[in-house]
């Protein structure tokens, strides 16, 4: 599961992103609104943290925009635990969730796994192709009905194309997805993991579309 990290404190904002990397998310950290923005609008995150307040454009002016421009990810945002006229501002600017400050990682990583659950459906957890599925929710992935063990990235991979059957997605989209952002990314990581899940879970399940990309196969052999 994907999510931004928008918090201009250095301290918090490590140890944030620390602990919700131990409980299984991807995190990309930046530390103003505008770079909030920019990030939310042009890459495809499950969920953003979000402090209200962000130099350079405000926590509040970040939510407004992303409203206003249709996008409906959820958002928690941070508040102080005197900050009541601001927790409902939030809320009323289209904020889905709070968490006061200091914060408990455990009910934050909570929180977001329930935002996320609410906003997919629950009819949506479960994606399949051939006898693999993946439950996002659970962050399970099983063939044939036995658990296979992914690493971190492959499992973020494959979620990617498995949400997009039949769409061909370019390297380059399936770095933004797997890497955080600012990452160093080695030119053949997409082809190293892409190698890894088809020994693990079937030479069938990707597709190679030369010069554009890859896509979710069928799973089956033939």
Do not use: C
């Not at 923005?37 to 042009?42: D, T």
């Not at 005197?82 to 289209?94: F, M, P, Y």
């Not at 053949?188 to 196969?217: F, P, Q």
Request: glycine letters at 10%.
């Amino acid at each position: 599961m994907r999510i931004l990290l928008a918090e201009d404190d250095e301290l918090l904002g490590v140890g944030l992103r620390a602990g919700l990397q131990q409980q299984g998310f991807e995190v990309d950290w930046v530390r103003d609104g505008q770079a909030a923005l920019r990030e939310l609008l042009a890459l495809d995150y499950e969920a953003a943290v979000l402090d209200l307040g962000l130099p350079r454009l405000d926590g509040m002016e970040v939510l407004a925009t992303l409203r206003e421009q249709g996008r409906s990810l959820p958002v928690l945002v941070l508040t102080a635990r005197d900050a009541v006229q601001s927790r409902i501002a939030g809320l009323d600017t289209g904020a889905d969730d709070y968490v006061v400050k200091p914060v408990d990682l455990h009910e934050l990583a909570a929180r977001l796994r329930a935002l996320v659950r609410r906003a997919h459906g629950l009819q949506q957890t479960v994606l399949q192709a051939g006898q693999v599925q993946l439950d996002p929710v659970g962050h399970v992935v099983t063939l044939a009905g036995q658990p296979v063990d992914l690493a971190q990235r492959e499992y973020a991979l494959l979620h990617a194309l498995m949400r997009n059957p039949g769409r061909i997605l370019s390297r380059e989209q399936l770095e933004a997805q797997i890497y955080s952002w600012g990452s160093e990314v080695a030119s053949n990581a997409v082809e190293v993991h892409v190698s890894h899940l088809r020994r693990k879970l079937g030479a069938n399940l990707i597709d190679t579309v030369r010069g554009l990309g890859y896509r979710i196969g069928s799973g089956t052999e033939t």
